[in-house]
């Protein structure tokens, strides 16, 4: 499988310099029923208005790999124990707003068991809603976003993925 390498620029805040990268790992994850799990984000902040969907996921930690960032981040946020079916690629992304470079690690992964979700980070006090949706679903969400200030990094960052996510269920025998 083809993976995803982007590298994509902050357009929405002005550029005055990074400070830092931050090494993020990030899952798609299914259900039972083959439906994506998305975080529903509502709030306010230096940002602006929040009010997208996107992927489970953050920062690895000092001594933590992708992978196990990945399933601890999972753990946290959305409350399951998950397994890594498969890399997806890389997104570099900028958040100018907070002078952060993002290297973005994409998976596709599944439920293993529920576990609750135990927010832990200040990113997760935006967590509206969990919720799982049909890939066509998904793509809708997507696609109707608010595609300007931080919607728009998100959109960008996340959009191409879900489609290939599209193709990888519609080729594969995961339907």
Do not use: W
Request: with cysteine.
């Amino acid at each position: 499988m083809e993976v995803i390498d982007l590298s994509l620029h902050d357009t929405e805040y002005k550029n005055v310099g990074y400070t830092h990268t931050r090494l993020i790992a990030r899952g798609f994850v299914l259900n039972e029923e083959n439906k994506i799990c998305l975080l529903h984000i509502v709030g306010d902040d230096d940002f602006g208005h929040r009010d997208y969907y996107e992927t489970p996921g953050g920062g690895v930690e000092d001594g933590e790999g992708l992978r196990e960032a990945l399933i601890r981040e999972l753990d946290e946020e959305i409350g399951y124990e998950c397994k890594i079916l498969s890399y997806l690629g890389v997104v570099y992304d900028e958040y100018n707003l907070i002078k952060r470079k993002n290297v973005n690690n994409y998976f596709l992964c599944s439920i293993v068991k529920k576990t609750k979700p135990h927010h832990v980070s200040y990113g997760d006090s935006f967590i509206e809603e969990i919720c799982f949706f049909d890939i066509e679903e998904a793509i809708q969400k997507y696609e109707a976003m608010n595609k300007n200030m931080v919607q728009k990094l998100v959109y960008n960052r996340e959009y191409p993925i879900l489609k290939k996510i599209k193709q990888i269920l519609k080729d594969s025998d995961l339907k």
